[in-house]
Structure formats: structure tokens, C-alpha cells
T-cell receptor, first 114, second 114 residues
């Protein structure tokens, strides 16, 4: 069972609109939570990393929130642009040595239409 | 662009063959991780190399093996290819900075097994 669940699976919005993507995680103990953007056929690019003590972090038009009590995170995209069309992947890291503790969700595929 | 390069971009093999994928890490990064990403799925951790030594391995059989060279570039070798090995193979380089170190992904190698 995937320990990082994302919703929705896919989303279509009009250019200029806002949207929010959701992530629920179950991995414990928790170290940090990351959001990545992955363009089709490309490698993921890091957007934000939040530790247990942080509940919000912004990167331009992207704002991630974290609720460690409910084990939920969201990624809010403001004033969407056509270039925002991509998959957005939620990643949790548990405690431990190697990057093998990164657990990736399946992603939300966002399409921004003109 | 992250500075991480992978070769080849695309590759087609038949069942039972062997394949070698290559990754050049970002300048100064001594850690390389490899991931397998099946269509519509999030990346799955294969293994990580730190200073030429394997530093963690995911749930992949021994026919997946790797190397890291003194210049920190890396290879992923897969023997006895199966149809299910068809996927995008991603490498990511990083500098160990505790649990919040950022991984920089390459563009990936698309492997198709016929």
C-alpha cells in the first residue's frame, strides 16, 4: 500500500485560476515533506521542503502547507500559467540514513488550458 | 536545468538482454540515487551511492546493480531484462546535508523492453 496518497489524480483548470492539490501520508516517524514538479518526460524538480516544525512554505506562486497532526499537506498554485501543466508529486521522508526513505506519491496531473 | 545528465535518452532492448544506463552528477555532488518510474506511477528507489559505496537499496532484485566512479558519475546495470523493466530511469545527485538535502534529478532514460 502506497504510504503517500494524492488527490485528485488529474485536474484541468483555466489559465489564471488558482488550484489546490492534496496529499495524505502515513509514514511514521516523519522527517520532512517535499513537493516536486515533473514535466512530461523530464525529471522531477523540487518546489518545497517542509520539516515537522513548519506549516507553510512558499516558492513564488506555489505555497505548500503541512498539518503534521492530520498528516496532510497541500500545494496551492496561484494565478496558474500554461507552463504549470505538469505532474505534481508529494514526497515524504521518514527518519533514517539514505534517500531510500523518500516515499513518492503517484502525483496529480495538472493541465492548464488557455 | 539541474546539471545532472543521463545517457542514453531512449533505449529499446529485448527480454533477456542486459543494459547499462549512465548518469553524471551535478558538479561537487558526491551522492547519486537511482529511481525507476513506471508509467503513471511515482519514482521507486532502486539504490544510492555515496563516495563510490552503495548506501541503501530499495526492493529491487540483484539483477539491478550499480557503480559509482571517483568523479561521482554512476552507472545502473540491469541484467536479464523483463518486460516489466520498461520504465523511465531517473538518477538524482545531492550533497548530504541531513534530512533536508535536495536531490537534483536528471532528465531520465526511457527504457523499453520488447
Amino acid at each position: 500500500k502506497n504510504q503517500v496518497e494524492q488527490s485528485p489524480q488529474s485536474l484541468i483548470i483555466l489559465e489564471g485560476k488558482n488550484c489546490t492539490l492534496q496529499c495524505n501520508y502515513t509514514v511514521s516517524p516523519f522527517s520532512n515533506l517535499r513537493w516536486y514538479k515533473q514535466d512530461t518526460g523530464r525529471g522531477p524538480v523540487s518546489l518545497t521542503i517542509m520539516t515537522f516544525s513548519e506549516n507553510t512554505k512558499s516558492n513564488g506562486r506555489y505555497t505548500a502547507t503541512l498539518d503534521a497532526d492530520t498528516k496532510q499537506s497541500s500545494l496551492h498554485i496561484t494565478a496558474s500559467q500554461l507552463s504549470d501543466s505538469a505532474s505534481y508529486i508529494c514526497v515524504e521522508r521518514g527518519y533514517g540514513g539514505s534517500q531510500g526513505n523518500l516515499i513518492f506519491g503517484k502525483g496529480t496531473k495538472l493541465s492548464v488550458k488557455p | 536545468e539541474t546539471g545532472v545528465t543521463q545517457s542514453p535518452t531512449h533505449l529499446i532492448k529485448t527480454r533477456g538482454q542486459q543494459v547499462t544506463l549512465r548518469c553524471s552528477s551535478q558538479s561537487g555532488h558526491n551522492t547519486v540515487s537511482w529511481y525507476q518510474q513506471a508509467l503513471g506511477q511515482g519514482p521507486q528507489f532502486i539504490f544510492q551511492y555515496y563516495r563510490e559505496e552503495e548506501n541503501g537499496r530499495g526492493n529491487f532484485p540483484p539483477r539491478f546493480s550499480g557503480l559509482q566512479f571517483p568523479n561521482y558519475s554512476s552507472e545502473l546495470n540491469v541484467n536479464a531484462l523483463l518486460l516489466g523493466d520498461s520504465a523511465l530511469y531517473l538518477c538524482a545527485s545531492s550533497l548530504p546535508q541531513g534530512s533536508t538535502d535536495t536531490q537534483y534529478f536528471g532528465p531520465g532514460t526511457r527504457l523499453t523492453v520488447l
